[in-house]
């Protein structure tokens, strides 16, 4: 199993001799690399078990260092990482020669953030390069908003987790890139749609859902556990359901007893679900049974995020 701890001169150390590091941000936990060191990049995918298709998001500190690695940041890009960074929100910004092309596996585009954790942070800031950091899971499964969870699932894989706590925002950033001069939100995430709104004004939506995403990887089956999901009214569904064989995740109701149901936000509050939903799945692919019944939360601000994961969760 790795060693999870919070010393960021250890985790510095590794990451300085190509090893990888699992570090927290707001998000999820990432899997991290030197992002200008082939070895290192290398190492995640084989890690993950990524395909070389799918590109991988750079991490630093802060926008001034940004330009280190990109070519130039267009207005608009510029006013979104002044309003959100650091924070949930991923631009996709063109990239200089010195960024490795399996980084962005081949694109000419590199996806880049600044993530909102103190303990990540100050990483960043004490190294010589960005780092290159996709969900700390196996590629494909669920990802990872704990320590633990990481641990649980790629610690024979990696020497350290640096533990910076439970994520606060829970589910992935939101990413957005431009096709000439008009934004568009490939991923759903913690940035919501009505907030990148107030800062551009109108955004286009695409997220991609081919087996073959043109740019970012954003595959029709994803996020799954091992357990088939069943979306819909769960009032319906539960009565047909043998309760013994049957995993129950809700939004803000309860349905059956307490161990076999997890309820996102009891109080109705997207945050709080969008905090609770990753480690909530987990749960309920580990107990007794083959199905987990699932319903819709309602579908605004980070409400649209979860969906997005569940509908991907539940793809076959
Ligand atoms: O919140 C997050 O974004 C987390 C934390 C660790 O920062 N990272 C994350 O990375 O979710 P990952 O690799 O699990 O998802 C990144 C997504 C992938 O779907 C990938 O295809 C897309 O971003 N992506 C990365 N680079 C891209 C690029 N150059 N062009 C288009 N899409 C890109
Ligand atoms: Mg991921």
């Known amino acids: 199993m790795a060693e999870i701890g919070k ?20 998000t999820v936990y990432g899997l991290a690399g030197n992002a200008l060191d082939v070895r290192a990049v ?11 298709f799918d590109p991988m998001i750079v991490h630093t500190y802060n926008l001034e260092e940004v330009q280190s690695f990109i070519r130039n940041i267009p ?3 510029y006013l979104l990482a002044r309003s959100f960074w650091p924070g949930p929100l991923t631009l996709l910004l063109p990239k200089k020669q010195n960024i490795p092309d399996i980084v962005t596996a081949g694109l000419t585009h590199v996806a880049v953030r600044v993530p ?23 590629f494909g499964y669920i990802s990872p908003t704990t320590a633990k969870h990481v641990n649980d699932q790629l610690g024979d894989k990696i020497p350290y987790i640096l533990d910076g706590g439970p994520c606060r ?11 000439g001069d008009f934004p568009v939100i490939y991923r759903l995430g913690g940035t919501s749609r009505e907030e990148i ?11 991609q859902a ?24 769960l009032e319906k569904l539960a009565g047909k359901y043998d309760p013994e064989h049957t995993a129950i995740l809700s939004f803000k109701t309860g349905f059956t007893e307490r161990e076999r149901q997890v309820i996102l936000s009891e109080k109705g ?22 199905t987990i019944l699932a319903e819709y939360v309602p579908d605004k601000g980070l409400g649209k995020a979860i969906n997005d994961r569940l509908r991907r969760a539940a793809a076959k």
């Not at 290398?42 to 070389?52: D, G, L, Q």
């Not at 087996?211 to 595959?219: C, N, R, Y």
């Open 7 to 26: 010393d960021i001169g250890k985790a510095r150390q590794l990451l300085e001799q190509s090893e990888l590091v699992s570090i927290p941000t707001e």
């Open 42 to 52: 290398t190492r995640i995918f084989k890690v993950k078990n990524r395909p070389a």
């Open 75 to 77: 207005r608009q890009a």
């Open 116 to 138: 909102d954790h103190p303990l990540t942070l100050d990483l960043l800031q004490r190294l010589d390069f960005p780092v290159a950091a996709p969900s700390a899971n196996p």
């Open 169 to 179: 925002v829970g589910i992935e950033s939101t990413i957005i890139g431009f096709e």
């Open 197 to 207: 709104e107030k800062v551009l004004g109108k955004v286009k939506v695409q997220p």
């Open 210 to 233: 081919g087996s073959d995403p043109k740019a970012p990887g954003m595959l029709k089956s994803h996020y799954a556990p091992r357990k088939e999901i069943i979306i819909g009214n």
């Open 269 to 290: 509050d997207l945050d709080e679900a969008a905090q609770n939903f990753f480690s909530a799945l987990r749960y309920l692919d580990t107990i007794p049974g083959k």
